[in-house]
């Protein structure tokens, strides 16, 4: 797990209420809803990730897909044109694949329900990139390159060699303050709560939006929960 | 001496090519595995095929060694001893493939002292451990009467007397008994490191550990009548061409399996064309991996059959070892062809992809949806180098140990 570098109490309060993790119980189960029908795909999330955890040049924890077959193109449905898009990072799953055949269990399942990587265990055989379905691990394969000469974000750079991933922002979790891609977004498309506690606003969401998870099929169960886009028609021809 | 002459050149031959491999290793050990050519679309690769490849061809040995007696196969006799040399070899060689391909080698302790046994690599670890030791015993039980002769401390201390030689039949019907199983399950759990992927429905399949099964008994099989070809001729082991005709006969049964298997295993997957699984199998037939595939099917299984299937072919070294040959190089293809064709195919297929993991050059993406993997330079002389360090142990062995059978011991 990346060591916290983070001067989170150095921030404005005014900052700081704006990332407040509201609506937490006693034991926390974390979860993330997106909502597909006010993402932009501006890239936003992805980009402040990067420099919050210090992900290295070629690598990314999150990712905007587009809904469709090519990049940032509308698709074509039922004799109109529709345009989404589908941000993906770590789904933190219930029942994950990747930890299941980590033959040194350097990632695993926490209590609150987070997939965390030990960096310091990792072997580096690649065995959890093999079995993710999400395509969302990223290896080390050499050494980090930064657009600076320097490590920059908010933890320290991951070894050579090794497996990293989206943390949920462990280390702002603990300051009781949201994920960097929650805050940040421009569209407000991202929300970050506990599942565990009745009132809280992913509840709500996932309950009153009919929430679906990505590749629900496969069992995974994850904790990242899909808003659908309610306007299905964006353009005419 | 011409053939001291020869061994002389062939040893100095694969200890360079052992040496280029380790200084390429050393050079991937500084850099990372950004000197292969593997990225994250693309995870796996060569080293991985390799492994697989010879975890099959350590088959051939156990189960010559073992189904030979259990079921009475008393002809395999003289080229038992040969056959479980060529087992120890092969799943050394197995096993030393695996690390190459890990990011953290100075961290394989790791295994030993956080074992996590829900991962089908721990389990294959396991069983290549328990293998290596069971074939090192064969080994040790098929020449013990011999190093006691000699007088060798490899004897143990056992002597070369009738009751030393009733415990030698003893040992090595249990030994048969354990081995066979355990070659079944070594296969098996390779399989499964592969066939239990949910994410990757190129390989979701059940029949994944019967597959590997045959194809290991198809390599392993051309791999014997090889190695039995060129010990018999230097001298090393002597047997009839009828035996030759017989291991002709054993491949060739072994062929049809694989291709029976091979033919199921398309089918399931093509038929309710479904992308998950159709997607990957209509690359392999028609995409960019189809010359792999035709090849595998061609030259590794259909030349081989034809050469072997009728008349008296399968009796003449030449077109038996240009069979065999061609059936160990075809299911190499095979392993490649499975490994790429299950990993290269997108398990989320909207763009821009997943992130390839090394800084891309200005002006290009660092995303990718998929990826033609083909190994770099490192990746092709690490692995020669570990073949060439298995041709080393493997001459070693040959030179060291009475690998001839006595005819007096099998009264």
Same mark, same amino acid.
């Given at each position: 797990?990346?060591?916290?570098?983070?001067?989170?109490?150095?921030?404005?309060?005014?900052?700081?209420?704006?990332?407040?993790?509201? !609506?937490? $119980?006693?034991?926390?189960?974390?979860?993330?809803?997106?909502?597909?029908?006010?993402?932009?795909?501006?890239? $936003?999330?992805?980009?402040?990730?990067?420099?919050?955890?210090?992900?290295?040049?070629?690598?990314?924890?999150?990712?905007?897909?587009?809904?469709? !077959?090519?990049?940032?193109?509308?698709?074509?449905?039922?004799?109109?044109? !529709?345009?989404?898009?589908?941000?993906?990072?770590?789904?933190?799953?219930?029942?994950?694949?990747?930890?299941?055949?980590?033959?040194? %269990?350097?990632?695993?399942?926490?209590?609150?329900?987070?997939?965390?990587?030990?960096?310091?265990?990792?072997?580096?055989?690649?065995?959890?990139?093999?079995?993710?379905?999400?395509?969302?691990?990223?290896?080390?394969?050499?050494?980090?390159?930064?657009?600076?000469?320097?490590?920059?974000?908010?933890?320290?750079?991951?070894?050579?060699?090794?497996?990293? %991933?989206?943390?949920?922002?462990?280390?702002?979790?603990?300051?009781?303050?949201?994920?960097?891609?929650?805050?940040?977004?421009? !569209?407000?498309?991202?929300?970050?709560?506990?599942?565990?506690?009745?009132? $809280?606003?992913?509840?709500?969401?996932?309950?009153?939006?009919?929430?679906?998870?990505?590749?629900?099929?496969?069992?995974?169960?994850?904790?990242?929960?899909?808003?659908?886009?309610?306007? %299905?028609?964006?353009?005419?021809? | 001496?011409?053939?001291?002459?020869?061994?002389?050149?062939?040893?100095? +031959?694969?200890?360079?090519?052992?040496?280029?491999?380790?200084?390429?290793?050393?050079?991937? +050990?500084?850099?990372?595995?950004?000197?292969?050519?593997?990225?994250?679309?693309?995870?796996?690769?060569?080293?991985?095929?390799?492994?697989?490849?010879?975890?099959?061809?350590?088959?051939?040995?156990?189960?010559?060694?073992?189904?030979?007696?259990?079921?009475?196969?008393?002809?395999?006799?003289?080229?038992?001893?040969?056959?479980?040399?060529?087992?120890?070899?092969?799943?050394?060689?197995?096993?030393?493939?695996?690390?190459?391909?890990?990011?953290?080698?100075?961290?394989?302790?790791?295994?030993?002292?956080?074992?996590?046994?829900?991962?089908?690599?721990?389990?294959?670890?396991?069983?290549?451990?328990?293998?290596?030791?069971?074939?090192?015993?064969?080994?040790?039980?098929?020449?013990?009467?011999?190093?006691?002769?000699?007088?060798?401390?490899?004897?143990?201390?056992?002597?070369?007397?009738?009751?030393?030689?009733?415990?030698?039949?003893?040992?090595?019907?249990?030994?048969?008994?354990?081995?066979?199983?355990?070659?079944?399950?070594?296969?098996?759990?390779?399989?499964?490191?592969?066939?239990?992927?949910?994410?990757?429905?190129?390989?979701?399949?059940?029949?994944?550990?019967?597959?590997?099964?045959?194809?290991?008994?198809?390599?392993?099989?051309?791999?014997?009548?090889?190695?039995?070809?060129?010990?018999?001729?230097?001298?090393?082991?002597?047997?009839?061409?009828?035996?030759?005709?017989?291991?002709?006969?054993?491949?060739?049964?072994?062929?049809?399996?694989?291709?029976?298997?091979?033919?199921?295993?398309?089918?399931?997957?093509?038929?309710?064309?479904?992308?998950?699984?159709?997607?990957?199998?209509?690359?392999?037939?028609?995409?960019?991996?189809?010359?792999?595939?035709?090849?595998?099917?061609?030259?590794?299984?259909?030349?081989?059959?034809?050469?072997?299937?009728?008349?008296?072919?399968?009796?003449?070294?030449?077109?038996?070892?240009?069979?065999?040959?061609?059936?160990?190089?075809?299911?190499?293809?095979?392993?490649?062809?499975?490994?790429?064709?299950?990993?290269?195919?997108?398990?989320?297929?909207?763009?821009?992809?997943?992130?390839?993991?090394?800084?891309?050059?200005?002006?290009?993406?660092?995303?990718?949806?998929?990826?033609?993997?083909?190994?770099?330079?490192?990746?092709?002389?690490?692995?020669?180098?570990?073949?060439? +360090?298995?041709?080393?142990?493997?001459?070693?062995?040959?030179?060291?140990?009475?690998?001839?059978?006595?005819?007096?011991?099998?009264?």
């Amino acid at each position: 797990m990346p060591d916290k570098v983070s001067p989170i109490e150095a921030l404005p309060a005014a900052s700081r209420a704006f990332g407040e993790l509201r !609506a937490v $119980s006693a034991e926390p189960r974390w979860a993330m809803v997106v909502d597909l029908e006010r993402c932009i795909g501006c890239w $936003s999330c992805c980009v402040i990730c990067k420099s919050e955890n210090n992900v290295p040049l070629g690598m990314w924890w999150n990712r905007i897909n587009t809904v469709g !077959a090519a990049l940032d193109t509308p698709r074509e449905e039922h004799g109109g044109l !529709a345009m989404h898009w589908m941000p993906l990072a770590c789904q933190h799953c219930e029942n994950p694949a990747c930890t299941k055949v980590c033959p040194v %269990k350097a990632t695993y399942s926490r209590e609150d329900g987070l997939v965390v990587q030990d960096d310091e265990r990792c072997i580096g055989c690649r065995y959890c990139l093999v079995a993710c379905p999400y395509g969302v691990r990223v290896f080390n394969w050499g050494r980090p390159e930064y657009p600076v000469p320097f490590p920059m974000g908010m933890v320290e750079p991951r070894p050579v060699g090794t497996m990293e %991933k989206c943390t949920f922002c462990i280390h702002r979790l603990s300051e009781g303050q949201v994920p960097s891609c929650i805050w940040s977004c421009p !569209a407000q498309a991202r929300v970050f709560g506990d599942l565990n506690h009745p009132d $809280s606003e992913v509840n709500r969401l996932i309950r009153e939006r009919a929430a679906f998870q990505l590749l629900e099929e496969r069992g995974t169960d994850p904790q990242v929960f899909y808003l659908p886009p309610r306007r %299905k028609r964006g353009w005419e021809r | 001496m011409r053939q001291s002459h020869a061994r002389l050149i062939w040893v100095s +031959l694969i200890s360079a090519g052992f040496l280029a491999g380790l200084g390429a290793w050393i050079y991937q +050990l500084t850099q990372g595995l950004i000197v292969s050519n593997m990225r994250n679309p693309v995870m796996w690769g060569l080293y991985i095929t390799f492994f697989m490849f010879f975890v099959g061809l350590s088959a051939g040995g156990l189960i010559v060694a073992s189904a030979g007696r259990l079921f009475g196969g008393h002809r395999l006799k003289p080229i038992v001893r040969l056959a479980v040399v060529e087992a120890t070899v092969a799943v050394m060689l197995a096993a030393l493939f695996l690390v190459p391909d890990l990011g953290r080698p100075d961290r394989l302790w790791h295994l030993f002292r956080y074992p996590h046994w829900t991962s089908p690599l721990m389990w294959d670890i396991a069983i290549v451990i328990i293998y290596l030791i069971i074939s090192l015993l064969y080994v040790w039980v098929y020449t013990r009467a011999d190093h006691a002769q000699l007088g060798s401390r490899l004897a143990f201390g056992t002597g070369t007397s009738e009751a030393d030689s009733r415990r030698d039949e003893r040992m090595k019907a249990v030994l048969a008994g354990v081995g066979l199983p355990a070659a079944v399950l070594l296969h098996s759990i390779t399989a499964w490191i592969f066939g239990l992927q949910l994410s990757r429905g190129f390989w979701y399949t059940a029949i994944m550990a019967p597959l590997f099964i045959s194809s290991a008994l198809v390599s392993g099989t051309g791999l014997m009548i090889l190695l039995s070809l060129v010990a018999r001729r230097v001298k090393k082991i002597t047997f009839s061409d009828e035996l030759l005709g017989f291991l002709g006969k054993l491949l060739v049964t072994f062929i049809v399996v694989e291709a029976f298997l091979v033919f199921s295993d398309m089918l399931t997957a093509a038929y309710p064309g479904a992308e998950f699984e159709a997607g990957p199998m209509a690359r392999l037939l028609s995409g960019r991996y189809a010359p792999f595939f035709w090849f595998e099917i061609g030259a590794g299984l259909l030349i081989p059959f034809v050469i072997l299937v009728g008349g008296r072919r399968r009796f003449r070294p030449p077109w038996a070892a240009a069979a065999a040959a061609l059936a160990v190089v075809g299911i190499w293809v095979h392993r490649f062809n499975l490994v790429l064709n299950g990993l290269s195919y997108a398990t989320i297929t909207e763009p821009p992809g997943v992130a390839i993991g090394t800084a891309p050059a200005p002006g290009t993406t660092s995303f990718a949806l998929t990826q033609f993997y083909y190994p770099s330079w490192v990746e092709w002389i690490v692995a020669l180098g570990l073949l060439c +360090l298995g041709a080393l142990l493997f001459t070693a062995a040959v030179v060291k140990l009475p690998l001839k059978e006595k005819a007096s011991q099998h009264a």
